[in-house]
């Protein structure tokens, strides 16, 4: 990302110079998209499998940090991957594709359990999938007059498509819903809904349109900010009668 968008001087054959951009990456090269597929069987036990693919730079960033790694530092990337969202879980077989595809995605496939828990009164559990995928941008900006424009490294779509799938001893409590966001430097939009018994689904999309926010914007932007983090907090409550 640091090569794009940048002035250069470009000198051709016949020493002739000229001042030049370097192509930007817009937003819909720069994607990360997680796929969670999760089933809770009658004991509270959780067994997934996440997929994680990135492209442009996102992909770019991540590959320099594993591709010259062993596997057990590779493994480990992807076992803090999980366990970030999944305190108690054991991670089980990875597979990376595209390390050595500079220029190309990269897919990265998750196994892993999580056990119950060891509190067998326990009738209920909670999950806050947006908060799986979220930055945590809106703790960055102070509520104070700003006196420059912010700018982000680059501009990017980060969407997450959860599976959850439940054994027929337990229950959904969450209310299905949707919510949307709209602003001229981004977006978002989330959604739960349950298209079959045993299942619920829950996806999520967010937009950064922009690497530069006019300094006159920024209280719109962490405004949108807090607005994202709300949502983000969300639950799906399964409930055993």
């Not at 030049?20 to 998209?33: D, I, V, Y």
């Not at 999760?38 to 940090?65: C, E, I, K, Y």
């Amino acid at each position: 990302w640091y090569d794009r968008n940048r002035l250069v001087l470009v000198v051709n054959d016949s020493a002739r110079a000229r001042i030049a951009a370097t192509p930007e990456f817009r937003e819909n090269e720069n994607q990360s998209k997680r796929e969670w597929d999760l089933s809770l069987d009658s004991a509270g036990n959780l067994d997934g499998h996440a997929g994680l693919d990135f492209s442009g730079t996102p992909a770019q960033n991540l590959r320099h940090v594993l591709r010259l790694q062993p596997d057990w530092v590779i493994g480990d990337w992807c076992r803090q991957e999980i366990l970030h969202r999944f305190p108690n879980a054991d991670t089980g077989d990875f597979d990376i594709q595209g390390l050595e595809d500079l220029a190309g995605p990269l897919h990265i496939r998750i196994g892993f359990h999580v056990p119950a828990a060891d509190d067998s009164s326990r009738c209920y559990t909670v999950y806050r999938p947006g908060s799986w995928s979220r930055y945590d941008w809106h703790t960055s900006f102070a509520p104070k007059e700003r006196f420059s424009d912010v700018a982000f490294q680059f501009p990017l779509i980060i969407e997450d498509d959860v599976r959850f799938s439940y054994d027929a001893s337990w229950t959904l409590k969450s209310d299905p819903g949707s919510h949307s966001i709209t602003r001229d430097f981004g977006g978002y939009f989330c959604r739960i809904f349950s298209e079959k018994t045993g299942q619920v689904r829950y996806r999520r999309y967010f937009r950064l349109s922009g690497t530069r926010i006019d300094r006159t914007d920024y209280d719109a932007l962490r405004t949108f900010l807090n607005e994202v983090a709300v949502l983000d907090d969300q639950q799906i409550l399964i409930f055993k009668e």
